[in-house]
Nanobody, 121 residues
Framework: QVQLVESGGGLVQAGGSLRLSCAAS????????MGWYRQAPGKQRELVAV???????NYADPVKGRFTIARDNTKNTVYLQMNSLKPEDTAVYYC???????????????WGQGTQVTVSS
């Protein structure tokens, strides 16, 4: 099986920075994409940023210019550098991966357990 383990969340003041990390482990054959979603209280989960293999990163409009996604393929890890944080960035951030297990032909979606990011005003 596969595990996505997130770290790096916490409490920060508005204008501050945080860096999230997510490491995928298990019987991984290949990773198509890794990214981050977030879910604020009372709202639907939304895409924050995604890094697809062989493609350019994509960002949600509210975070463009402030957040940067990066992948380390040697470690099956994805990072989210969050700068100039705003109170509206407060949410649980979930790591997401589309990957193929080593013993399967097709790819599937996998989710991390989530990490809380709280931005105080």
């Amino acid at each position: 099986q596969v595990q996505l383990v997130e770290s790096g969340g916490g409490l920060v003041q508005a204008g501050g920075s945080l860096r999230l990390s997510c490491a995928a482990s298990g019987s991984i054959g290949s990773i198509n994409a890794m990214g981050w979603y977030r879910q604020a209280p009372g709202k639907q989960r939304e895409l924050v940023a995604v890094s697809s293999s062989g493609g350019s990163p994509n960002y949600a409009d509210p975070v463009k210019g402030r957040f940067t996604i990066a992948r380390d393929n040697t470690k099956n890890t994805v990072y989210l550098q969050m700068n100039s944080l705003k109170p509206e960035d407060t949410a649980v951030y979930y790591c997401h991966a589309v990957l193929r297990l080593s013993y399967r032909v097709s790819s599937d979606d996998y989710w991390g357990q989530g990490t809380q990011v709280t931005v105080s005003s």
